[in-house]
């Protein structure tokens, strides 16, 4: 009974893309080494370029989008469906990791990781707003307790995953493994 439930789906779809997304978060780390070697940088560069210029750019523009797509979720003069929103964080963030996938130069590497933080820091507002209508105040702790695993468990899969397919496949092929069913569930939630 429960699962045909409207906020019982939508929340598990949430729940769904919210761990894809996070799952591209860390797919980078476990091949650094390949991608220094890939763009001819010293160990150095590989931990200034790949470890600190990507991930502080990564995370100011997840921190400042997070802001305004709080902004954005909370405010009365845009008039966008919160499920649909989501969608276009989902989307933007996936643009960013199948560009990853066909990055050629550093600097389109930079850029696309950087552009994947828009969903990151996006997801959580517009995610919490949702929740906070579709349950009541005793049942938000729980989905919020599911929904903050499933984003958790995306981030460690996600490594686990780079971990293991990109010395297999090369250290591409994780990012295509993990947007196309990120895309699959903005598709879904566009139509909610």
Known sequence: KDMKEPRVWLTGLLAMSSFFLYAEQNLLGPNLSAVAEEFGFSDHERDSKLGG????????????????????????RINIPRARLFSMVIVLGEVGCLGTYVSRSYFELFAYRVLTGISIGGASPVIYSILGDLWDQSQRVRVSTIMGLAMSSGAAIGQILAGYLGPAFGW????????????????ILSVQ
Request: glycine share 16%; proline share 5%; net charge negative.
């Open 53 to 76: 210029e990507i991930s502080l750019g990564f995370f100011i523009v997840g921190g400042i989008c997070g802001l305004f797509f709080g902004w954005l979720t909370d405010s009365s």
């Open 172 to 187: 591409r092929f994780p990012f295509l493994i993990v947007a196309v069913p990120a895309l699959v569930c903005a598709g």
